[in-house]
């Protein structure tokens, strides 16, 4: 299978960040722990703090991967534009969030993007992005 792998703003940052909540790695490194994980599907990855350039990405994966894993960040308290993006497209999105939404601060515990996905995964840390793929790939 082809999976994108799309975050959001600031998670360029992981490992950086917030390390009490985000951890302390990369995702860089962890996506290569990923694709040493799902041998035999193709993993691709993108990160944009620009909610038209998550969009255009959404948009092109339609018809060219199989299913997507996004962390929309702070945009899925926000952004109808990108929910409005993922029922629009055909192929399957889970949204992962790293941290546990629906315990944080009153503004983030609404996904709006969530309402627009399959699936959704919260509070899991970086392995909330394994179990997406492994729903994805069953």
């Not at 940052?13 to 490194?29: D, H, M, N």
């Not at 944080?104 to 997406?132: N, Q, V």
Request: with cysteine; aromatic share 10%.
């Amino acid at each position: 299978m082809r999976i994108l792998i799309v975050n959001g703003p600031n998670l360029n940052l992981l490992g950086k960040r917030e390390p009490e909540i985000y951890g302390s790695v990369s995702f860089e490194i962890y996506l290569t722990q990923l694709k040493e994980r799902f041998v035999g599907h193709e993993l691709d990855y993108y990160q944009s703090n620009h909610e038209g350039c998550l969009i255009d990405k959404l948009q092109d994966a339609d018809g060219n991967y199989d299913g997507v894993v996004m962390n929309p960040g702070g945009y899925a308290h926000t952004s109808i534009a990108l929910a409005d993006c993922i029922r629009a497209i055909g192929v399957p999105v889970v949204e992962v969030h790293i941290s546990d939404i629906t315990k944080r601060e009153p503004y983030r515990r609404h996904s709006y993007t969530a309402e627009a996905c399959k699936k959704w995964i919260y509070g899991m840390g970086l392995e909330g992005y394994a179990k997406a793929i492994e729903w994805l790939t069953k």
